[in-house]
């Protein structure tokens, strides 16, 4: 089992930067995709960035250039660093944990809210 628990939402204003966190516990060995996710009111959840194993990265086109996503293997988090927001990125953020066996592992999520 994995536990994922997100940290970091709020407020802020247009243009402004949040920072999530994910912090992790469990059997974190077998996770080999570390993820971001988020859902809008009346929207479907949708992959905002992902990170592997072996660093690789990959974003979702709206938010590229804006977001970075990072692990520090030594605390078992996971970051999302949102620059240049936008009110269109209100949402729920979810972390999100793949493992090598194809289970996925959510957090119950953050809201980030985006207005003036």
């Known amino acids: 089992q994995v536990q994922l628990v997100e940290s970091g939402g709020g407020l802020v204003q247009p243009g402004g930067s949040l920072s999530l966190s994910c912090a992790a516990s469990?059997?974190?060995?077998?996770?080999?995709?570390w993820g971001w996710y988020r859902q809008a009111p009346g929207k479907q959840r949708e992959m905002v960035a992902i990170i592997t194993s072996g660093g690789t990265t990959n974003y979702a086109d709206s938010v590229k250039g804006r977001f970075i996503i990072s692990r520090d293997n030594a605390e078992n988090t996971v970051h999302l660093q949102m620059n240049s927001l936008k009110p269109e990125d209100t949402a729920v953020y979810y972390c999100?944990?793949?493992?090598?066996?194809?289970?996925?592992?959510w957090g119950p999520g953050t809201q980030v809210t985006v207005s003036s």
């Open positions: 999100s944990g793949d493992t090598y066996y194809n289970k996925r592992y």
């Open positions: 469990g059997s974190i060995f077998s996770i080999n995709i």
